[in-house]
């Protein structure tokens, strides 16, 4: 008896090349988790922003406002910011507040002409640092911001933040003072 005859060898399946377009099917998920490209307008990681901001308060009577920011933008979504703010009312019955803070800030849209922020500060204060009856608290300031890049370097900035502390130069006075600023400065 003789054996079947047997068949030749298969050859081996080609293997994909990347070499070779159409090797591997698309990837329909993709643009899922390929990351945002980076574009000239901004918050982006490495900046250092300094804004000027002027703006209003009101607790009893009005108050005018000033404040210096400095941040560094650490990461694309999160920052180091520290402020030097001053306000002062428009009357006698609030105190006037001198007060440097500093704290994290949290970007939620970087790499885009808009952007959404969240801060958290806390620091030292002066009430009434021009008159007689001063006092050194501790302050913290919570608050919103929104970026609108103006080109590549200049940002038009807007903060809302409710600055607080705890006084007792006339008893014991808790300070609320609800605030707005608007300003802008450069990204360097």
Not at 3 to 30: T, Y
Not at 72 to 92: D, E, I, K, N, Q
Not at 122 to 133: C, E, Q, S, Y
Request: proline share 11%; with cysteine.
């Amino acid at each position: 008896m003789t054996a079947p005859p047997s068949d030749p060898p298969a050859e081996a399946a080609p293997q994909p090349s990347v070499d070779r377009p159409g090797a591997h099917p698309a990837d329909p998920f993709e643009a899922e988790y390929r990351p945002l490209a980076e574009r000239q307008v901004g918050i982006a990681a490495g900046q250092l922003r300094a804004l000027g901001l002027a703006g209003f308060g009101y607790r009893r009577e009005p108050h005018g406002a000033v404040k210096g920011v400095l941040e560094l933008v650490t990461f694309p979504h999160l920052g180091v910011r520290g402020t030097a703010a001053c306000s002062m009312p428009s009357g006698l019955s609030d105190p006037s507040i001198a007060a440097l803070r500093t704290g994290p800030a949290l970007h939620f849209l970087p790499y885009r002409s808009f952007d959404l922020g969240l801060y958290f500060e806390g620091g030292a204060g002066v009430l009434d640092p021009l008159r007689t009856r001063r006092e050194i608290f501790f302050t913290i300031a919570p608050g919103i911001s929104v970026d609108v890049a103006l080109g590549s370097y200049w940002f038009l900035h807007v903060d809302v933040e409710v600055p607080m502390g705890v006084s007792t130069v006339n008893g014991v006075d808790r300070l609320a003072i609800p605030m707005g600023f608007i300003g802008f400065g450069p990204a360097l």
